[in-house]
Every structure is written in C-alpha cells, then in structure tokens.
Nanobody, 125 residues
Framework: QVQLVESGGGLVQAGGSLRLSCAAS????????MGWFRQAPGKEREFVSG????????YYGHSVKGRFSISRDNTKNMVYLQMRSLKPEDTAVYYC??????????????????WGQGTQVTVSS
C-alpha cells in the first residue's frame, strides 16, 4: 500500500508561483511512476503532469506545458510540481497519484493505483 500526502497549495495572485510537494510512504518509491492531476469545481479531473520511475521522462498537459515543471527525489520519496505564471484557470484541487505497473499512460487516470487527498490551489486575478 502506498500513501500519498500533498502539500504546498494556497492562494496566489495571477502571475505568481507555487511549488506543490507529494510525500510517498512507499519503500520502493523509485519504482513508482508519479503524476499530478487537478480538478476544478464542476469540471472533470484533468491531467497535469507525469514522471517516470527514473525521472528521465516527463509529461505535461497542454494547458500547463511551459509553465509547470515536475521533478522527483527518490532519496526522499518526494515528487514536486513547480508552477509558474499561474492563471486563474489553474485554480483547482491538485492530486498526486502513483502506480507501480509496468505499463503506464501518464495522462490516463486509470493507470494510477494510488491517490492523495489533494491540496487546494487558488489563483486570484
């Protein structure tokens, strides 16, 4: 069983930055592919970013490409989402997700087995 705990959300003005963190309990964290999703009120959950076990490959949703950056530290069992140039439309609950499957489609929610509780990000205009 893998437990994920997100932190770092909050209120920020448009154009600002935030860094989200996700702490994983897994002893084999380095074997997990990780991802970030978000869900705004009244909308479906949306893929934000994903990163492979080694961290060598990263993936981004269209709406965040060029503004957000995902990284991981396997020595600390942590994954991060650096968010820059934030917009009001980035306002959502952000979820960390993980999978130990050999096959993984970064943007597919069904590819993930474990989810965090989420952290709220609010961007004011």
């Amino acid at each position: 069983q893998v437990q994920l705990v997100e932190s770092g959300g909050g209120l920020v003005q448009a154009g600002g930055s935030l860094r989200l963190s996700c702490a994983a309990s897994a002893r084999t964290f380095s074997l997990l592919a990780m991802g970030w999703f978000r869900q705004a009120p009244g909308k479906e959950r949306e893929f934000v970013s994903g990163i492979r076990w080694s961290g060598a490959s990263t993936y981004y949703g269209h709406s965040v490409k060029g503004r957000f950056s995902i990284s991981r530290d396997n020595t600390k069992n942590m994954v991060y989402l650096q968010m820059r140039s934030l917009k009001p439309e980035d306002t959502a609950v952000y979820y960390c997700a993980a999978t130990s499957r050999g096959t993984w489609i970064p943007g597919n929610q069904l590819s993930y087995d474990y989810w965090g509780q989420g952290t709220q990000v609010t961007v004011s205009s």
